[in-house]
């Protein structure tokens, strides 16, 4: 016999099943906290870099007014003053990195000068400040030992040009003693500023060590001194 059930109108109902809106309306609300998180961070954000320039700005409106009052207070009289004292500070930096070592001038002439050689007039010159002019007349015993000198102020590497010039040979005879043959000539060294610059030396502080002193000596050297004393005076008294 047939279920009375199947010829029933109502029509069958499937399963249930839960409904995900509640899940899909909280994961809405999470995302518009966080929205709005960021939302009042870029407000905050914004409102502080706005008030932090306000505040940049007065400040340098503030330097501004500063700077502005200080300048009109200061008279033109002592800016020039001080423009004059600038210029001679940087004149005399100027004159100190062009000085020179003489003592450097005179150990590259030693150097560079033979045995054979002798000099016997000198003089040193300064053109402007670019280098030195040392003139020196030299005798020597022949032409190669000219020649050789020559070469050794070529060779120097503080000298820069050597012009030799009056070159002449003269023949001397003293007494009982053979002829003698002296070359002169006038040696003219250019010497370059920057070869022999100044450069000063630290001088080092150098500790002083004093001992105790020998009271004994000092007590017999005192009393010998007293004897010798009296003994004078007694010699004057008789």
Same mark, same amino acid.
């Given at each position: 016999m047939p279920d009375p059930s199947n010829n029933s109108f109502i029509p069958k109902r499937g399963p249930v099943t839960r409904s995900t809106r509640g899940t899909f309306s909280r994961r809405v609300y999470v995302f518009?906290?966080?929205s709005y998180v960021f939302l009042f961070a870029t407000l905050l954000a914004v409102g502080g870099m706005y008030f932090y320039t306000q505040h940049l700005k007065n %400040?340098?409106?503030a330097e501004i007014v500063a700077f502005n009052k200080e300048t009109n207070s200061f008279s033109k009289e002592n800016m020039q003053k001080v423009l004059t004292f600038n210029s001679r500070l940087k004149q005399a930096s100027s004159r100190l990195d062009k000085s020179i070592s003489v003592t450097s001038i005179f150990k590259a002439l030693e150097a560079a000068t033979i045995n054979?050689?002798?000099i016997e007039d000198l003089t040193l010159a300064r053109v402007a400040d670019e280098k030195y002019i040392l003139t020196a007349s030299i005798n020597t015993d022949s032409f190669d030992s000219t020649i050789f000198q020559r070469g050794e102020y070529n060779r120097n590497q503080t000298i820069d040009q050597v012009t030799i010039s009056g070159? %002449?040979?003269t023949v001397v005879s003293e007494g009982n003693d053979p002829k003698q043959?002296?070359?002169?000539?006038t040696a003219v060294l250019?010497?370059?500023v920057s070869s022999v610059p100044y450069r000063p030396v630290p001088q080092t502080s150098s500790s002083i060590i004093i001992q105790n002193p020998d009271i004994q000596s000092i007590e017999s050297a005192s009393t010998e001194g007293n004897t010798g004393a009296a003994a004078v005076v007694n010699d004057e008294t008789l």
């Amino acid at each position: 016999m047939p279920d009375p059930s199947n010829n029933s109108f109502i029509p069958k109902r499937g399963p249930v099943t839960r409904s995900t809106r509640g899940t899909f309306s909280r994961r809405v609300y999470v995302f518009t906290l966080i929205s709005y998180v960021f939302l009042f961070a870029t407000l905050l954000a914004v409102g502080g870099m706005y008030f932090y320039t306000q505040h940049l700005k007065n %400040q340098l409106d503030a330097e501004i007014v500063a700077f502005n009052k200080e300048t009109n207070s200061f008279s033109k009289e002592n800016m020039q003053k001080v423009l004059t004292f600038n210029s001679r500070l940087k004149q005399a930096s100027s004159r100190l990195d062009k000085s020179i070592s003489v003592t450097s001038i005179f150990k590259a002439l030693e150097a560079a000068t033979i045995n054979t050689v002798e000099i016997e007039d000198l003089t040193l010159a300064r053109v402007a400040d670019e280098k030195y002019i040392l003139t020196a007349s030299i005798n020597t015993d022949s032409f190669d030992s000219t020649i050789f000198q020559r070469g050794e102020y070529n060779r120097n590497q503080t000298i820069d040009q050597v012009t030799i010039s009056g070159l %002449q040979k003269t023949v001397v005879s003293e007494g009982n003693d053979p002829k003698q043959s002296i070359v002169s000539f006038t040696a003219v060294l250019d010497i370059p500023v920057s070869s022999v610059p100044y450069r000063p030396v630290p001088q080092t502080s150098s500790s002083i060590i004093i001992q105790n002193p020998d009271i004994q000596s000092i007590e017999s050297a005192s009393t010998e001194g007293n004897t010798g004393a009296a003994a004078v005076v007694n010699d004057e008294t008789l």
